[in-house]
């Protein structure tokens, strides 16, 4: 049995599944990030220099993005890392893309990989070692 921690209960906590906050109130009702859509796959890079003090605005959440992007990390692994949906993640990243804080690196366009037939040829390949 759980025992109750000490201090003031709050009605928006619960014990079991914690904070119990929507996310769509992270990103104020909005759906589309202010950019196109990130890849799942597209790295996130936070530049080293950036002050996130200077700007007070900042939700909680943009913050840690901003501190687990000082390394190069996917979209996927960012909202893994949050516990958020990928839609409430792509959101505060445009948010922080609009304002410079971050830069994404999308994935290789499908024009640019390689053919069919050359794939196949190294799976044949491969399976004949």
Do not use: C, N
Not at 56 to 67: S, T
Not at 80 to 98: F, H, N
């Amino acid at each position: 049995m759980r025992a109750e921690p000490p201090g003031p209960q709050h009605e928006w906590l619960d014990g079991e599944a914690g904070p119990v906050v929507r996310p769509y109130t992270l990103t104020k009702g909005r759906v589309r990030s202010a950019v196109d859509g990130f890849d799942l796959v597209a790295i996130v890079l936070a530049d080293s220099d950036v002050d996130d003090a200077g700007h007070p605005h900042l939700l909680p959440e943009h913050r840690r993005l901003i501190a687990l992007a000082l390394r190069p990390v996917s979209v996927a692994e960012l909202a893994a890392e949050l516990d958020l949906a990928v839609g409430v993640v792509r959101v505060l990243l445009g948010d922080l893309l609009a304002e410079g804080l971050v830069a994404v690196h999308e994935p290789p366009a499908a024009g640019k990989l390689p053919d069919d037939d050359i794939l196949k040829a190294v799976v044949s390949g491969l399976r004949a070692l």
